[in-house]
């Protein structure tokens, strides 16, 4: 069974760092592209960054409004994909979620999410 | 603003149909594939169409997806008051490098 758990969100202060961790199980997880999504209170999906897999480059994309100031990660010896948040800003506030594509093209697989509150 | 423009609400009657519009430009939905996913209350999102208007594994086939040229739709047949929910369609941008959603379609089923 495929399973995405976030963890690592929580009440931060604004130009604070976190840093979210989304464990991985059920599925080659080297081999797989991975994708942070959020969500602010009561508005849409936002893509937020991925990773590739390391035989794909390992390269990360971004959207601009995080750019240069979060960085996503893999420690695929852990199974584990990370994202470094930094100089974090009220609007940074959402739930974070992981997902991945292992049997169709799209987000097939997403975790429960994890809330990020960023505020004085 | 969202890259992708969706209508904020649509409502139907309990074994209506029911239309949502996704609409975009070419750098989005004109060249690459547009996904549909269903969110309920207080969940994460869940996959219901890929590569346009295939179902995965699961999904009933009274959901349906379509394109157009730089538009895509998702249809629900046969609604149920389960249906609820919010609805987003998703695909890739050229132009920006990055994954797009639409604003999100809120759905009720009166």
């Known amino acids: 069974e495929v399973q995405l758990v976030e963890s690592g969100g929580g009440l931060v202060k604004p130009g604070g760092s976190l840093r979210l961790s989304c464990a991985a199980s059920g599925f080659t997880f080297s081999n797989a592209w991975m994708s942070w999504v959020r969500q602010a209170p009561g508005k849409g999906l936002e893509w937020v960054g991925r990773i590739k897999s390391k035989t794909d480059g390992g390269t990360t994309d971004y959207a601009a409004p995080v750019k240069g100031r979060f960085t996503i990660s893999r420690d695929d010896s852990k199974n584990t994909l990370y994202l470094q948040m930094n100089s974090l800003k009220t609007e940074d506030t959402a739930v974070y979620y992981c997902t991945t594509s292992v049997v169709t093209p799209a987000f097939d697989y997403w975790g429960q999410g994890t809330l990020v509150t960023v505020s004085s | 603003q969202s890259v992708l423009t969706q209508p904020p609400s649509v409502s139907a009657a309990p074994g209506q149909k029911v239309t949502i519009s996704c609409s975009g430009s070419?750098?989005?939905?004109?060249?690459?594939?547009v996904s549909w996913y269903q969110q309920l209350p207080g969940t994460a999102p869940k996959l219901l169409i890929y590569?346009?208007?295939k179902r995965p594994s699961g999904i009933p086939d009274r959901f349906s997806g379509s394109k157009s040229g730089t538009s895509a739709t998702l249809g629900i047949t046969g609604l149920q008051t389960g249906d609820e929910a919010d609805y987003y369609c998703?695909?890739?941008?050229?132009?920006?490098?990055?994954?797009?959603f639409g604003g999100g379609t809120k759905l009720t089923v009166l």
């Open positions: 998703g695909t890739w941008d050229s132009s920006l490098s990055a994954e797009v």
């Open positions: 070419s750098s989005n939905i004109g060249n690459n594939y």
């Open positions: 590569d346009n208007n």
